[in-house]
């Protein structure tokens, strides 16, 4: 007789909380480094902003996201190799999209000082 494993709920509880966190962290790290920003433009580095400062609670979302997106369709029957194979381009597509976008307004942010000097 075949038996079906059981769905992931763990794990889709688990990508969740996952991004949730470290999502909350990556918007306080933006609020606070734009803040930085606004105070004092002149020695604050955009370079910086990109780097490994927001780039760890950045990459806690997207593989939370991966976690929870692929863990929510082997509630639907899909193989672990399937889920995956299906979640994974999609979470570093769209999480490289997003992050092009956030350097360009960090660029542009930087660009304006320099326009301003």
Do not use: H, R
Request: net charge positive.
């Amino acid at each position: 007789m075949y038996n079906l494993p059981q769905p992931p709920y763990l794990l889709i509880a688990v990508g969740l909380l996952m991004s949730l966190s470290s999502g909350v962290v990556f918007a306080k790290l933006i609020k606070q480094l734009v803040q930085d920003w606004s105070e004092n433009p002149t020695t604050c580095n955009i370079s910086e902003m990109k780097g490994f400062t927001l780039q760890i609670p950045y990459l806690g979302i997207a593989s939370g996201a991966l976690i929870f997106l692929s863990s929510s369709l082997q509630l639907f029957g899909f193989t672990n190799l399937v889920a995956y194979s299906i979640c994974l381009p999609l979470t570093i597509g769209t999480g490289l999209v997003v992050w092009i976008q956030l350097s360009k307004i960090l660029d542009k942010m930087a660009q304006g000082i320099k326009k301003e000097n």
